[in-house]
């Protein structure tokens, strides 16, 4: 059974910095493309940052340069680094694995707070 558990959210002042960590079971990891979502209230789930098998990052342009997204194969963990926060990153943040879209089904997400 697959299961993804996000950590790490909090309430950040803007400018802030958090660093979270999605923790997968029940797949093959490394041969997994890993990816961070949000959703904010009231929005569509949108994808933020996608990593490859090789490490490669990509990042949707509303984070590019301030977000790190990052993998250990051997902890079958991946991390996102967020920096320079803004209230407009308020949202769930939630991780699944695939190149170009979720793979399975959703974790619980964890809630990243950034007030205006």
């Known amino acids: 059974q697959v299961q993804l558990v996000e950590s790490g959210g909090g309430l950040v002042q803007a400018g802030g910095s958090l660093r979270l960590s999605c923790a997968a079971s029940?797949?093959?990891?490394?041969?997994?493309?890993m990816g961070w979502y949000r959703q904010a209230p009231g929005k569509q789930r949108e994808l933020v940052a996608v990593i490859g098998l090789d490490g490669s990052p990509n990042y949707a342009d509303s984070v590019e340069g301030r977000f790190t997204i990052s993998r250990d194969n051997a902890k079958n963990t991946v991390y996102l680094q967020m920096n320079s926060l803004k209230p407009e990153d308020t949202a769930v943040y939630y991780c699944?694995?695939?190149?170009?879209?979720?793979?399975?089904?959703w974790g619980q997400g964890t809630q990243v707070t950034v007030p205006s």
């Open positions: 029940g797949i093959i990891f490394r041969i997994n493309f």
């Open positions: 699944n694995a695939g190149r170009r879209g979720p793979i399975y089904a």
